[in-house]
């Protein structure tokens, strides 16, 4: 049995694959494979409409929000938001970690761009507090952050429109659609697989600009997400985790995932080997780094985990040390069985 830690392109639910391989051939009786169909044939937009239907059904979009299927993943985001909701105007960032200073890097190329918030100066081990204050067009957070594994509990209580990035949290709890102008995940983690880019925005903020036409959200819009060729087989796959989310419901899903993180990091509390310094009420539920503080302890501990069947679970390049990625689709199972790999590996290092 083995186990996926990957942060993302992450593992997908057993159920979800057997049905894409029951389907490569034919697709629903018609002897195409989905790979092989054009997005504008019949099944091909009953896919993208059932798709757009379960995410408006489990997250509670409200009317007044356009749903996008894009490309170019959560990092094209970080340029098209600016570029849409506040082309050279004032926008506000929380920095929160990597993610969001990638993000605030590519807003400062196309607008007025100011940190408002950060938690460098804690190595990202916190979530920062907030100013009350901003007349910016929007203001931008990261919810979750998968290298530093923190995430926000709440929101803040600011004028301007929220724009989150959900990359790594987006459908592992309920969330407030209509608290946010606009919502933007990256699939490869909850959703789906790798290639396609979920965008939700309050349709009052899109305008019509001079954007070169795949920039634009409101052509997009208007398109259903078809202005051009959309990545039809991470969308058709990605409506099949949709379909396998909504089986459990959100709500559910959250439950599992607090018991799995609950386990996780009372596993690692308990040790005097591995440590997770995040502060305790700011700690992800979807991304849990730790280490042992010394480099060749984490390489052998990621050695030994890997001969026990659990693999990926080494930390992003920038930060070293162990991630355990444990999204939707992980297992109770998988992160017992990890516990169980961290307590024998301390007893038999002691
Ligand atoms: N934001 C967050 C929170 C992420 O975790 C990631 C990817 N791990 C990104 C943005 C970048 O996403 P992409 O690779 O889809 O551009």
Redesign the pocket.
């Known amino acids: 049995m083995l186990y996926n830690f990957s942060?993302?392109p992450a593992m997908l639910p057993k159920p979800v694959l057997l049905e894409a391989q029951r389907d490569m051939l034919s697709y629903d009786g018609t002897s195409l494979s989905v790979l092989e169909m054009s997005h504008r044939s019949e099944p091909f937009l009953s896919i993208r409409n059932e798709a757009e239907q379960l995410v408006r059904d489990l997250l509670f979009v409200p009317d007044d929000y356009e749903v996008l299927f894009l490309q170019?993943?959560?990092?094209?985001?970080?340029a098209m938001v600016p570029m849409n909701l506040a082309p050279g105007g004032r926008v506000d960032f929380i920095e929160t970690?990597l993610?969001?200073e990638?993000?605030f890097a590519d807003a400062a190329c196309v607008s007025d761009a100011h940190v408002v918030a950060s938690s460098k100066a804690d190595a990202y081990q916190s979530i920062p507090t907030l100013p009350a204050a901003s007349d910016a067009a929007y203001v931008h957070l990261?919810?979750?952050?998968?290298?530093e594994g923190t995430r926000f509990t709440s929101l803040p209580d600011v004028a301007p429109p929220l724009v989150a990035?959900?990359?790594?949290c987006l459908f592992s709890e309920p969330i407030d659609v209509s608290r946010f102008g606009l919502i933007y995940?990256?699939?490869?983690?909850n959703i789906g697989p790798?290639g396609l880019?979920l965008v939700i925005v309050r349709k009052e903020l899109l305008r019509a600009g001079s954007l070169p036409s795949y920039l634009r959200y409101d052509l997009h819009a208007k398109n259903d997400s078809l202005y051009n060729t959309p990545p039809t087989y991470s969308l058709y796959l990605s409506m099949l985790v949709l379909r396998w989310i909504k089986q459990t419901g959100v709500g559910r899903i959250h439950t599992q995932n607090k018991m799995k993180a609950k386990l996780l990091y009372e596993t690692l509390d308990a040790s005097n080997l591995f440590h997770n310094r995040v502060l305790k009420k700011d700690r992800s539920l979807m991304n849990v780094p730790f280490s042992t503080g010394d480099e060749e302890r984490d390489a052998s501990f990621l050695r030994y985990a890997k001969e026990h069947g659990l693999i990926n679970l080494e930390g992003h390049r920038s930060v070293g040390g162990m991630r355990a990625s444990i999204y939707n689709a992980m297992p109770l199972d998988g992160v017992e069985a990890l516990c169980a790999v961290i307590n024998r590996y301390e007893k038999e290092m002691s």
């Open positions: 942060a993302g170019g993943g959560a990092t094209l985001q970080f970690g993610w969001s990638r993000a990261t919810l979750n952050n998968t290298l990035d959900a990359s790594s995940a990256g699939a490869q983690k790798a880019t």
